[in-house]
Every structure is written in C-alpha cells, then in structure tokens.
C-alpha cells in the first residue's frame, strides 16, 4: 500500500502537475513566472529570482521610484517579520525559563521576578504580533510595487486610461 | 495594564499599514490587491476574494476560457490540498499515538497487528501529507497560469490582436 501510494504521488509530480504549463509572452509587464522549477520575477526578457529576503523585485521595478521604494519596503518587512516571529517566542519562553531557573522559591516568586516574567511574556507576545504584521505588510508592499509597476508599463503603452486629474483645492 | 499592552500592540502594528497602499486603476489586467477585507483580485474595477478555496479567480478571468480552465484546476487542487494535508497530519499522529501506547505496553511495539497498524498508519499519513504539498504547489503554479494567461492575451486584445 505504502508503496502504491508513493509510487501515485512521485508519478504526479515527475509529470510535471505541479510545475507552470503556460510559458508567457515576453511582454514588458511584471509577472511571476516557473522556469525549471525555479520561481521567477520576470518583465520583458529580464528576469530576478523571487525571494521575499533577496532584492530581485527592487532591481526589477527599479525604473519606476515609486515601485522601487515599495520593493524595498517589501524587503525591509519581510527580514523584520521573520526577526520578529523568531524574537517573541524565544522572549516568551526565555524569560520564565530564566526566572524559574534562578529563583530561589519558584512557588513564591518575588516583586522584580514576577515583573520580570510578566514583560517577558507581554513583550514577547507583543514582538510575534508585529512580526506577524510586518510579515502581512511585506506581502502588501509587494503587491503594491508589482501594481504601480504594471501600471507604469500599460499606460506607457496606452492600455491604461490616464489617471483621473487631482480636483481643484 | 492591559490597556497599556493594547495600545502597545495598536501602535507597534499600525506603523506597519499591513494593508494595500494602492488603488487599482480600472483596466483590463487582473492584479491582487490586499484590501481590508482580505486579499482581492481586481479586474475591469470589480473585486473578487482571492481565497484559494474560493471561486474568485475563475470569476475574475472567465473572460478567457483557458484562463478560467486554469483558475478552477488551482481551486480544485486547493480543495484537495486543504483535505489531504491535515487528513496526513491527523494519521501520521494516530500513528505516532499507536506506537507510543504499544511501547508502553509491550517490548517490541512494531510486532504482530499493532505494528502492522502502526506502520499502515505512518505510511497512510506520509502518503497523504506529500500529497497535499503536492496538491498545494500544483495549486500556485496553476494560479500563476491563469493570471499570466489572462494578462497576456488582454495585452494582445488591447494591442488590436484577436
């Protein structure tokens, strides 16, 4: 049975099912593309890894400023978040660890180790909340630099209506 | 004190602006948006939810219909991901379970019917578990077509080709 069912799974994926069946066009716009079973950013014939950590959206989008500063926002996120996410619950177990080790009555703990394990657990609980809304962030950013990027490119193109003039003050 | 945590947690998050600083100009391109209310994909000035699980791609794209047909594969897949990943993770853990209640109990826990179920159990869960990775990758890589598709030949449409 076990190897029946390996055997199905290594079968669908060795056809390529999980792989991108639709090469694009070399069109100007922003897109993600598979190529060999590597994620790609790719614009034209240019192409960037894509990899949250890496600045291969910033490189790409790096014609128009607007996007730019997006990317890199994107990238700035991402590395915070993760910082984050790894910070709060090592703070979180990390502080009562420490008391209850160095305490002299775990059971009855004093004013400084009760503060002490109440800020680590508040303030590592507040460093994954962040973490978690940096990470949330990055993915906002990069959507929004891809976004303004493309718009870029289809209204030099003409397929884009131009952007509705600001109303009068 | 809590209310002193709260307004910690609102001022250290709200700098972060989690969501979309961009507004979508109508046009003919699909793109994804994170609204408020989650993430969008945005097309011709509709919104549709971006969820996996959901048919908001398919609607987004039905104006072509291979870019449609691409858009209800990664939904499927998605479903299927979504069934076979904890369905794995819940036998992989009754397996887990088995063996640890046969190691209390006898001295060579993968003998006889209950190693055999043990071992069906881990094995059942493994499969299940590669299945959904599968099934979830299949999923992106069949949402990265149907975009890149739809994009692609509302660029030629819009450029006068048929």
């Given at each position: 049975m076990r190897a029946a069912a390996w055997t199905l799974v290594a079968a669908a994926i060795g056809s390529g099912c999980?792989?991108?069946?639709y090469a694009p066009r070399d069109l100007p716009y922003l897109k993600r593309v598979q190529r060999s079973n590597e994620i790609l950013w790719q614009a034209g014939t240019r192409t960037e890894p894509f990899?949250?950590?890496?600045d291969g959206l910033a490189r790409m989008v790096a014609d128009v400023p607007e996007a730019r500063a997006l990317a890199d926002e994107a990238r700035s996120d991402t590395w915070t978040g993760v910082l984050l996410a790894i910070a709060g619950p090592l703070v979180m177990s990390g502080g009562p660890a420490l008391v209850f080790a160095t305490a002299d009555d775990p059971s009855d703990l004093s004013s400084g180790e009760a503060i002490l394990l109440t800020t680590s657990l508040l303030g590592g609980m507040l460093m994954t909340f962040t973490g978690l809304a940096h990470s949330v962030s990055a993915r906002s950013r990069e959507l929004d630099a891809v976004n303004v990027y493309n718009d870029t490119v289809w209204e030099r193109h003409g397929l884009l209506p131009a952007p509705q003039a600001a109303p009068p003050p | 004190m809590n209310a002193a945590v709260a307004v910690a947690v609102a001022l250290a998050v709200a700098?972060?602006?989690?969501?979309?600083?961009y507004r979508p100009r109508p046009g003919p391109f699909i793109s994804q948006v994170q609204a408020l209310s989650g993430p969008q994909w945005v097309v011709e000035g509709r919104s549709y939810p971006?969820?996996?699980?959901?048919?908001g791609l398919a609607q987004a794209v039905a104006a072509v219909p291979e870019a449609r047909a691409y858009a209800e594969e990664s939904q499927n897949d998605a479903v299927l991901a979504a069934i076979t990943v904890p369905l794995g993770t819940m036998l992989l853990a009754g397996g887990l379970s088995t063996f640890l209640i046969s190691s209390a109990l006898d001295?060579?826990?993968?003998?006889?019917g209950k190693g055999a179920l043990t071992l069906s159990l881990m094995a059942a869960g493994l499969s299940a578990s590669a299945a959904g990775v599968f099934f979830a990758v299949s999923s992106e890589a069949r949402q990265m077509d149907a975009v890149n598709l739809y994009n692609d030949t509302m660029w030629l449409r819009t450029q006068g080709a048929p």
């Open positions: 999980a792989s991108t069946r990899n949250p950590f890496g | 700098p972060a602006c989690t969501f979309s600083q971006a969820s996996p699980l959901g048919s001295d060579d826990p993968l003998s006889g």
